[in-house]
């Protein structure tokens, strides 16, 4: 029983770590969903197993045991809830911060400062950012509608990002427009209906990644900026 326990947690680790980049990067509604799913097919394996092995009993006594363990744990989350908020707060947007464009979706990862995203349309559709050359990206953005100014600084910003200041060949970027509600909070990586407080603090980590003084982004650290706006009222 205890080997077949440490292989699924095993897996579930494992699991977990090779898809963390993808986890960060779904909104709350998405991660808590997964985490059920995961949670009944855990369940499920473990109980087919027990049943497979002639070990039934060991659900008797599980199930046995739910009640003192259920209260055990409602008593602990209610002791650890006010360090938990505090440690939420600390940690910043639960969400990884996107920026959207007809072609493009790039995302930023708080932790590392990395910068990926995927292409949404055209020939190089449903290929990450990280995956194509720079050759690539070149005719990429060679192919871009020149109207299409969004996904033009987008793609120049990564490119800058990725390659340093010689592999932005494209326009200086322009004061970004101001976008939406919508985007906004999805700039900033935060939940709609997030504090003040929240707002503030996850577009102040996240110029500690873009600002240019910092090694950052005109573009993208003036898009954070406009989310910001958008939000709270220009400052």
């Known amino acids: 029983m205890s080997k077949l326990l440490l292989i699924l947690v095993g897996l579930g680790l494992w699991y977990t770590w090779r898809h963390r980049n993808r986890f960060r990067a779904l909104s709350p509604e998405q991660r808590h969903y997964l985490l059920w799913r995961s949670f009944f ?32 744990l409602i008593t602990a989350a209610a002791r650890a809830w006010p360090l938990l908020r505090l440690w939420s ?26 910068i990926d995203g995927t292409v949404t349309a055209g020939r190089f559709s ?5 995956a194509l050359t720079r050759q690539q990206l070149e005719q990429l953005r060679a192919e ?3 109207a299409d100014r969004n996904s033009l600084l987008l793609l120049s ?11 932005n060949s494209g326009p200086q970027p322009p004061t970004p427009e101001r976008p939406d509600t919508d985007e ?18 996850a577009h102040k980590r996240l110029m500690q990644k873009l600002h240019p003084d910092r090694g950052g982004n005109d573009y993208l650290a003036a898009k954070v900026n406009t989310a910001r706006d958008e939000l709270l009222g220009p400052h």
């Open 41 to 72: 097919i855990g369940f499920f394996a473990l109980t087919l197993a027990l049943a497979l092995s002639g070990r039934v009993h060991w659900l008797s006594a599980a199930f046995a045991a739910l009640p003192l363990v259920a209260r055990t």
């Open 144 to 146: 871009l509608d020149p």
């Open 126 to 130: 449903g290929q990450a950012l990280s």
């Open 184 to 201: 906004a909070w999805r700039i900033l990586g935060l939940s709609p209906g997030a504090s003040r407080e929240d707002i503030i603090q």
């Open 89 to 114: 707060r600390a940690g910043g947007p639960r969400v990884a911060p996107r920026f959207r464009t007809p072609i493009l979706e790039v995302r930023i990862d708080l932790a590392t400062g990395a």
């Open 157 to 167: 910003a990564y490119l800058a990002r990725r390659f340093g200041s010689a592999g």
